[in-house]
């Protein structure tokens, strides 16, 4: 018996960019066609396609060749998860849960998330109001080797620096389309540097009558900003636990009252659904 294979609509521009970089769907491309053809592929062809041309995304391009090869991984991305794990929970009742963790922090800060399929720069907002920070600095995310961050803040004229644009760049195009457990990174404030490991833990279905998105759980409280990274946190610490310190009162008024192991899941969770206020984006 054939092996099955998954329909999957592609534009005459997408075709001739398959092509390049499949020659051997030439066949099933009709490539002297200028109007949008449904191509059938199998789960085999359909991942090396979308590895591929995740991958030549990277290269440099012009524009519409570049264009074109996003839309082959948002095409290639919707026909695998409807072949494969992810794609037994429709799209719209789809979560995505993950686990923030701030790295080198001891004991360990943390919150465990369920949002819908979003960009990476709507999955910053997310993890921002889930951990307590205000988006007062710049970010980028680091997976599979590659940075994903906006070009437009990450750009300060003076030195080139390239990524792959997190405010077009959805979950659903960089987590396994097999549902399995991927672990990535996202770095806040390029001075403090505070590193965070974020784990997709796989894919659930929404819940009728839940609004989403979801702080399930956490652990403590999310340091203050601009304390100076998790040395200059451990070091905050010890000076408000000690009142003869002599610079525990003009810490106390710097950070207000605080408490590293106070956390609330609820509280965490309605900032997230009210998002980040314009004032505190990063301009």
């Not at 922090?105 to 998330?113: F, G, V």
């Not at 959805?170 to 097999?178: G, L």
Request: aromatic share 8%; proline share 5%.
């Amino acid at each position: 018996m054939s092996e099955k294979t998954f329909p999957t609509v592609f534009s005459a521009a997408q075709r001739k960019v398959i092509a390049e970089l499949l020659p051997g769907l030439e066949d099933r491309l009709v490539l002297d066609a200028i109007n949008n053809r449904t191509v059938h592929l199998t789960v085999k062809e359909l991942q090396t396609l979308h590895d591929l041309a995740q991958a030549a995304r990277h290269y440099p391009h012009h524009g519409m060749k570049r264009n074109s090869l996003r839309h082959v991984v948002e095409a290639v991305t919707k026909s695998l998860e409807s072949a494969t794990g992810i794609g037994s929970i429709p799209a719209a009742e789809r979560l995505y849960q993950f686990k923030i963790t701030l790295l080198e922090s001891t004991p360990a800060i943390w919150r465990r998330i369920q949002v819908k399929n979003c960009t990476l720069d709507k999955l910053h907002e997310r993890i921002q109001t889930a951990m307590g920070w205000t988006n007062s600095h710049l970010h980028q995310f680091k997976i599979d080797g590659e940075l994903y961050g906006d070009p437009e803040l990450l750009d300060d004229g003076f030195i080139d620096f390239e990524c792959v644009d997190s405010t077009v760049t959805k979950i659903s195009e960089i987590v396994p389309q097999n549902g399995s457990r991927f672990a990535f990174r996202y770095e806040y404030d390029f001075g403090d540097s505070w590193h965070h490991e974020v784990l997709f833990e796989g894919c659930l279905r929404a819940e009728k009558g839940v609004r989403y998105p979801i702080c399930v759980e956490g652990e403590r409280s999310c340091p203050p900003e601009d304390v100076g990274g998790v040395g200059g946190y451990a070091e905050f610490l010890e000076v408000i636990a000690d009142p003869t310190d002599e610079d525990h009162d003009r810490l106390q008024e710097w950070a207000g009252p605080f408490d590293a192991e106070a956390f609330d899941s609820e509280k965490a969770t309605k900032k997230m659904r009210r998002g980040l206020p314009n004032w505190r984006r990063v301009q």
